[in-house]
């Protein structure tokens, strides 16, 4: 593994689609329901304590926030973290704002490489969720989802939750979805799937770096 990711560093923030910076590298997107724990699982992923903003407020991250990954002087790859969706007490303005932020960036990002969709693990797949993958549906991109807070499952619990959702996804590929639809399980507390995930991820970033792998594997 390169630890890419551990080269991270804030780059700017975004509230309308007009200020997408015209940036030529690859984007990952971090999407998920609020407080579903997605910029605690950005930080550990990128082994920094403070470079997403994790508050205990569901709702607080409001823009799409983008972090260059690579060396400062020449970034490979940005990393965005997208508002959380879902929270009641957002106003309906603003809701209806992120609506369209998340939406038309999600089909139309054109540097955007994948989604990785953070999910809490004892609510997978909520309408909310659904509805993200509808939308990036077209594109035929990857998403790969995170069932974050397992530590707070039993064991039983985490395979029922991984089993219910590889079959949710399964049921999407038979109706037509053209991206690849993987899922794991994540807890950034016991530090359960990090590895997993900062693989995944990289070989997204850099795609020789997968077929690197899959090299090794069979010559082993």
């Not at 609020?34 to 403070?50: D, E, F, W, Y």
């Not at 607080?60 to 940005?78: K, L």
Request: a positive charge; glycine letters at 6%.
């Amino acid at each position: 593994m390169s630890f890419l990711l551990h080269q991270a560093r804030f780059f700017t923030t975004v509230n309308h689609l007009r200020d997408l910076p015209p940036t030529p590298q690859p984007e990952i997107a971090f999407a998920g329901r609020s407080n579903a724990g997605k910029s605690t699982a950005i930080n550990i992923l990128c082994n920094q304590k403070r470079l997403a903003f994790a508050s205990k407020t569901p709702g607080r991250t409001q823009h799409i926030n983008y972090f260059s990954v690579g060396p400062a002087d020449a970034p490979v790859a940005h990393l965005v973290d997208l508002p959380g969706y879902g929270y009641a007490e957002v106003p309906g303005a603003a809701k209806a704002h992120w609506q369209q932020l998340l939406s038309t960036y999600l089909q139309s990002r054109a540097q955007l490489c994948g989604m990785i969709l953070m999910m809490d693990s004892r609510r997978p797949l909520t309408e909310l969720d659904q509805i993200m993958i509808d939308w990036f549906a077209p594109t035929g991109k990857p998403i790969h989802a995170l069932l974050t807070k397992c530590d707070k499952l039993t064991r039983q619990e985490m395979t029922n939750a991984l089993r219910a959702t590889k079959k949710s996804f399964a049921d999407y590929k038979a109706a037509g979805y053209r991206g690849e639809l993987t899922v794991q399980l994540f807890s950034a507390l016991k530090r359960v799937g990090i590895d997993e995930a900062h693989e995944l991820i990289e070989s997204w970033l850099i795609p020789e770096a997968k077929g690197e792998s899959a090299e090794a594997d069979a010559a082993q």
